[in-house]
């Protein structure tokens, strides 16, 4: 059989996969690294641009990372954490640009205004005391806030068409939000990294084997969709970055780290709209308040979106039942994934949250018109012909042991290490790629702690993000510097919508 050696082993084709690859050839150019993907193309899964929301996730506009409390009180730590986080992939993102290893900003990421919109007295006083603890940071400083119907009609047009005058209204805005095309930075970082002779990309086969060695080399079989051929890479070291594929992957490999994970699906769709005379009047992602008993991936938001260079109209996204992992996955995926190491943690999660898959099959048994209605919440004039039904992708939410060792459901993206860090998994959903670098230098740290304090390692690392070493949340001064540059680079301080000569309406 053939036998692959390699230094870095990344399972799955996606944005996770893709900037670890990057950073550690930037770190180490001599690195033998080796991408396996499933498919026949990467970034197909998560990290298509149809499967995600392009949202550059900051912490501006989604409003379900800042939950209120039961005694009214709202918590705005959550949104600082991710808008820092978000602060250093740009810094990644500016270097990368800056050293031609990526193209145009435009080709992959555009500067959108983030904003939130909600009605009713109760929700209107939640976004205004909001506003109030975050604009008082320096994350936040440049948010603008409004009550006037006027200025909210001048920030977002379509949301205001029509709308009952007597409704209390209320927005917040930041104009140098970013939608990202997720995957065309992908296929970019990987084709980039594809002219290096030390990286191999390997597609159309899955991982069937995961084995540690005596040598603490990792023995991983992986075998062609086809079943005609096989072959096994030795790795030094395991990245499982492959989605919803993850869970099962780190069961395979048997680390005692992996007990207790289980995971939870949801599926999603978008309506979409890709008339000219309407897209041209919403230029902003706009984010309202999730339903009850939504998750928080389910926040409605009215999207533009730049997908292959072309505008249009998302709305959503509209979660779903299902049992699978993937996209193109099988329905015994969730059953698959129960066994003896997470069963009391599965069967726990499941018995408190019967109210969320009640609320899941619902969502997903929703007519056409129902979608529309929800959508007037944000475009009163929506008709139902202007818009089709789009697939949103699938997310596995994490389930874990909580301190009493029954499970608890969790929202956001968790890093699994091996204790000897050979081996490192991403569990998780929102907000995932846009935090994407963060979660990898997290990788680094944890998996290459002893290159990392090398000089080079050292001095590569406060290239790539000057603000390496320092709080973005307290140092407002490091915070303005980076900033500033990042911004000005990816040519996001613009309110201007981008030039109709470089995109083409779809």
Known sequence: M???????????????????????????????IIMVERLDHVAHESTHGWNNAGTGHAGYCELNYTPENDDGTV???????????FEVTLQFWSYLVKHSVLPEPNQFINSIPHQSLVWGDKDVNFLRERYKLLSAHHLFKDMQYSEDPKVISEWMPLAMKDRDPTQPVAATRVN??????????????INSMQKSPNFELVLNYNVHRIRQQKNKNWSVRI?????????????????LGAGG??????QKSGIPERKGYGGFPVSGQWLVCTKPEIVEQHYSKTYGKAPIGAPPMSVPHLDTRIIDGKPALLFGPFAGFTTKFLTKGSKMDLFGSVGKSNLKP????????IDLTHYLIKESLQSH?????????????????????????????????DEAGKGKLEFGTEMVAAEDGSLAVLLGASPGAST??????DVIERCFEDKLQTPQWKAKMLEMFPSYGHSLIDNELILNQVKKENLATLKLNTNKKQDPDTLKLA
Do not use: C
Request: aromatic share 6%.
């Open 75 to 85: 918590s705005i730590n959550r949104a600082q954490a991710i808008n820092a986080s």
């Open 369 to 401: 018109k129902e979608r529309v209605s929800a959508l007037r919440n944000f475009y009163p004039e929506a008709r139902d012909e202007d818009w089709h039904l789009a697939k949103a992708g699938q997310r596995v939410m994490i389930i874990k042991k």
């Open 223 to 239: 075998k062609e969709r086809t079943g005609k051929h096989s072959a096994v890479i030795d790795a030094k070291f395991v990245f």
């Open 436 to 441: 994407s670098v963060q979660a990898m230098i």
């Open 245 to 250: 594929g993850a869970l099962p992957l780190l």
């Open 346 to 353: 599965m069967l726990s999660v499941g018995s408190k949250n």
């Open 2 to 32: 053939n036998v692959k050696n390699a230094d870095v082993l990344l399972v799955g084709g996606g944005v996770m996969s893709a900037t670890l690859g990057m950073m550690l050839t930037q770190l180490d150019p001599s690195l033998k």
């Open 176 to 189: 140098y939000g970013s939608d990202v095309d997720f995957g065309a930075l992908t296929r970019n970082m």
